[in-house]
């Protein structure tokens, strides 16, 4: 089970981090990847990162703004997210891999949180 929370409502050019903690210890041995959803969409990958955390991947639109990270002795991922515009409102998912190896592909995740807001205002 992965629950996300630290999303919420920030002025544009501010920051917030995402939290994705795990209740196993398998969390240790896969990726884990953030994705994000707004309604109606289908859900698009954000950040990725590898079981030992050495590689991280992000989709263009937030390289640069947005830093995954984990803890494996905490079992949990974060989401730095700064600079933040109103495009970035949304439901943010973490999720976990069926390898310890990144993908930017949903298919490749077989665990998902149940999703955290985050509104940005202009």
């Known amino acids: 089970q992965l629950v996300e929370s630290g999303g919420g409502l920030v002025q544009a050019g501010g920051s917030l981090r995402l939290s994705c903690a795990a209740n196993?210890?398998?969390?240790?041995?896969?990726?884990v990847g953030w994705f994000r959803q707004a309604p109606g969409k289908e859900r698009d990958f954000v950040a990725t990162?590898?079981?030992?955390?050495?590689?991280?991947s992000y989709a263009e639109c937030v390289k640069g703004r947005f830093t995954i990270s984990r803890s494996n002795a905490e079992s949990t991922a974060y989401q730095q997210m700064t600079r933040l515009k109103p495009d970035d409102t949304t439901v943010y998912y973490c999720a976990a891999s069926k390898s310890i190896d990144t993908s930017t592909s949903t298919g490749q995740y077989n665990y998902w949180g149940q999703g955290t807001q985050v509104t940005v205002s202009s």
């Open positions: 990162i590898s079981w030992g955390g050495r590689t991280t």
């Open positions: 196993s210890g398998a969390f240790s041995t896969t990726a």
